[in-house]
């Protein structure tokens, strides 16, 4: 069982830079796959991006490219989503989740709650 705890959402403006983090529990963080998704109101939850465990495979959705990072680390039980450039249509609720697959097989297990982040124009 893994929980996860997502953390750093906020208030941004368009162009500015946010990071968020989500802690994880348990002992066996290493051997997980971590994702962020996120969902804006009224669309579907989307794949943003993962890191595989030992943090040597990461994928991104095409949009975020270039412009956001996914890190971890494992001693602190840890994963950071690092967002620069932001624009209005980053907005959503972004959540953190863990799964067994690699980095392009989408299977997560376990989510987290999700925290806000809102871009202004």
């Known amino acids: 069982q893994v929980h996860l705890v997502e953390s750093g959402g906020g208030l941004v403006q368009a162009g500015g830079s946010l990071t968020v983090s989500c802690l994880a529990s348990?002992?066996?963080?290493?051997?997980?796959?971590m994702g962020w998704f996120r969902q804006a109101p009224g669309k579907e939850r989307e794949f943003v991006a993962a890191i595989n465990g030992r943090g040597l495979a990461t994928h991104y959705r095409h949009s975020v490219l270039g412009r956001f990072t996914i890190s971890r680390d494992n001693a602190k039980n840890t994963v950071d989503l690092q967002m620069s450039s932001l624009k209005p249509e980053d907005t959503a609720v972004y959540y953190c989740a863990a799964g067994t697959g690699d980095v392009l097989a989408y299977e997560y297990q376990y989510w987290g709650q999700g925290i806000q982040v809102t871009v202004s124009s």
């Open positions: 348990g002992r066996t963080f290493s051997s997980y796959t």
